[in-house]
Nanobody, 126 residues
């Protein structure tokens, strides 16, 4: 069983940056597809970015393309989401997710992942 724990959330001013981390335990992360999701207040959870288990495929939501970067360090069993030029509308709870031998198609969704972290709050406000 894979367990995921996020960290790195907090309060940041508009235009600022944060790096979220998600540490995996129980199993190695290197054979899992990974993803980051966001759930804004009163809204459904939505995909932000994903990376396939091979690492060869990544995708981003149009709204974050060019500002956010997903990455992984298999030696540390950790995935990351670097977020730059943050906007107030990007406030929400951010979740990491993983799926054994998972891919990263544009159609990827919540249903594509079986393992989830507990979420970390990101608040973008002045």
């Amino acid at each position: 069983q894979l367990q995921l724990v996020e960290s790195g959330g907090g309060l940041v001013q508009p235009g600022g940056s944060l790096r979220l981390s998600c540490v995996a335990s129980g199993r190695t992360l290197d054979n899992h597809g990974i993803g980051w999701f966001r759930q804004a207040p009163g809204k459904e959870r939505e995909i932000i970015s994903c990376m396939s288990s091979s690492g060869r495929s990544t995708n981003y939501a149009d709204s974050v393309q060019g500002r956010f970067t997903i990455s992984r360090d298999n030696a540390k069993n950790t995935m990351y989401l670097q977020m730059n030029s943050l906007k107030p509308k990007e406030t929400g709870v951010y979740y990491c997710a993983a799926e054994y031998l998972g891919g990263c198609a544009r159609s990827i969704s919540i249903a594509s992942f079986n393992y989830w972290g507990q979420g970390t709050q990101v608040t973008v406000s002045s």
